[in-house]
């Protein structure tokens, strides 16, 4: 296969009540939860979405520093150094910049769900084209947040795969106040986590979709609605 040496172009609409990359850990453990979560409704936005939103907004940039507080500046310069830090990490080791977008949405075939990169860099050695998605963390527990076997990460490598399937090396960035961390995959994987994802969202669109009770409800705007007692 011929690699491509440009991002696919991102489809800019709204995900409505369609499931998100970002909450994969999940949806893909309890597919019921999905539907719960629309009978509960979003909820109030909390201070950390709001300077969460911002932040990104300022990183892509969208929105001007001077909206930042003093707090707010001091996260989003750390972030910005140390995603600078993941560019030099290329840049350093002879990697070709051939590409790069940010605050990107993508859809899964079918429009099932959809996902928003903050950063996806192409680069290219040797021959060898490498997919980088870069996701930025800035809350408090940002730095415990692992690029290794990350659903939300996984998802949006499966996201971008769907619009153009390359002959590549893939590595997903986490990137934090702290530092970043990453995680490396090969074309094969990709695939297989696509088809994980697909088999996931089958479990969803059932008409009883099975809810289970565990770590991912610690996040879920359904906990109290959910039947799940003891653990919702």
Known sequence: MTNINKIPKPEPTERADRPSASGRERWGACPGSHELEQAAGKGDETEAMRRGTLIHSVMA???????????????????????????????????????????????????????????????????????????????????????????????????????????????????????????????????????????ELEAMAVAKPTRTVGAHCTWCNAKGICPGEGYC
């Open 61 to 199: 940039g969208d929105t001007a520093t001077d909206k930042l507080t003093e707090d707010e500046f001091v996260i989003y310069d750390q972030i910005l150094l140390n995603d600078s830090n993941v560019s030099s990490f290329y840049e350093d080791d002879g990697y070709t910049l051939l590409d790069e977008g940010k605050e990107l949405r993508y859809w899964f075939p079918g429009r099932l769900f959809s996902g928003q990169l903050d950063k996806v860099q192409l680069y290219e050695k040797d021959s060898k084209l490498v997919v980088v998605i870069i996701d930025y963390k800035t809350g408090v527990t940002g730095p415990l947040v692992k690029a290794e076997n990350n659903g939300q990460l996984e998802a949006l490598m499966a996201l971008l795969n769907c619009q153009v399937v390359f002959s590549a090396e893939w590595h997903t960035w986490i990137v934090h106040q702290e530092g970043a961390n990453q995680a490396v995959y090969e074309q094969a994987a990709v695939g297989k986590i696509t088809k994980q994802i697909n088999l």
